[in-house]
C-alpha cells in the first residue's frame, strides 16, 4: 500500500515551476507510453494484422541484474534481421510481478528505443525472487486471443524459489494451456541457471518439443526466422 504525503506548498519562481513542469513529462512519458501501447497490445490481439508476434520477457530480479546488458543488446541487434512491417514486438519485465513495458510492431528508431527500454528496467523491485508463473499465465491468456504465430524468448536465470508448490502448479497449467495453442512456436529460455534447469523443464514439461535453452546466448534473427515456421508448434 502506498502512502500519499501532502507536505506544505513552497513558492518558487516560474522558472523552478517550469522546469519541474517539463521534468515531471519527461519522467512520466515512458510510463504513458506503456499504457498506451497496452491499449493497442488489447486491439492488436483481436484485429491484428501481423503474422508474427515476439513475445520477450527479462527478468530484473537482482540475481539476473549483472545479466540485462547483454539480453537487452540481443534483443536490440534482433531489429536488424527481423522484418519490422511483419513482426509485432511484446516487451515486459518480471521479478516479484509482472510489467508491461512494450507492445508495438519493432520500432524505427533504435536509440529511442533503448533509452526508453532502459529506463523502464533500472527500477529495483523491493521483493526479490522471479514469479515466471506470473508470466506464463499471462502469455498463456493473451496467446489464445492472437492471430498469428508467436516465439517467446524469456531471458532468466530461472532462481524461483519463491514460487512455492502452488507457483510450480501455475507455471505448470499455463504451459498445458500454451501445449494446445499451435500459433505458440518456440519458447527460447536464454540464460537459466544450468542449476535450475531441470526444475524449470518439468514445469513447462507439457510444452518440452517447444523449448530450447540456446548455448550461444540470445537467440538471433536468423533462428527467431525459423522458429515462426516450427512445424512442432502445430
Known amino acids: 500500500m502506498t502512502t500519499k504525503h501532502n507536505p506544505t506548498p513552497v513558492k518558487t519562481d516560474n522558472r523552478f515551476a517550469i522546469i519541474g513542469a517539463v521534468l515531471g513529462l519527461v519522467i512520466a512519458l515512458p510510463i504513458c507510453l506503456t499504457r498506451e501501447s497496452r491499449d493497442r ?3 492488436h490481439l483481436t484485429e491484428q494484422t501481423s503474422p508474427r508476434v515476439l513475445d520477450v520477457c527479462l ?7 549483472n545479466a540485462l546488458p547483454w539480453e537487452v543488446k540481443g534483443l536490440n541487434q534482433l531489429q536488424d534481421g ?7 514486438l ?6 516479484s510481478s509482472l510489467q508491461d513495458l512494450y507492445s508495438d510492431l519493432l520500432p524505427d528508431s533504435s536509440e529511442t528505443f533503448l533509452a526508453n527500454l532502459t529506463a523502464n528496467l533500472k527500477p529495483v523491485s523491493k521483493v526479490d525472487n522471479t514469479y515466471l508463473s506470473l508470466y506464463f499465465t499471462e502469455l498463456a491468456k493473451r496467446a489464445k486471443d492472437c492471430k498469428g504465430n508467436i516465439v517467446v524468448i524469456v531471458a532468466s536465470d530461472a532462481y524461483c524459489e519463491g514460487e512455492g508448490p502452488e507457483g510450480h502448479r501455475k507455471l505448470a497449467e499455463a504451459a498445458r494451456v500454451l501445449a494446445k495453442n499451435p500459433r505458440v512456436k518456440r519458447v527460447f529460455l536464454v540464460g537459466t541457471n544450468p542449476a535450475n534447469r531441470a526444475m524449470i523443464s518439468e514445469d513447462l514439461s507439457a510444452i ?13 534473427a536468423t533462428l527467431i526466422d525459423a522458429s515462426f515456421d516450427n512445424a512442432e508448434g502445430r
Open 90 to 95: 511484446d516487451i515486459s519485465r518480471i521479478d
Open 82 to 88: 527481423l522484418d519490422p512491417n511483419e513482426t509485432w
Open 59 to 65: 527478468d530484473t530480479s537482482i540475481s539476473n541484474r
Open 41 to 43: 497490445h488489447r486491439l
Open 208 to 220: 518440452k518439443d517447444r523449448v530450447l535453452f540456446p548455448e550461444n546466448g540470445f537467440p538471433n
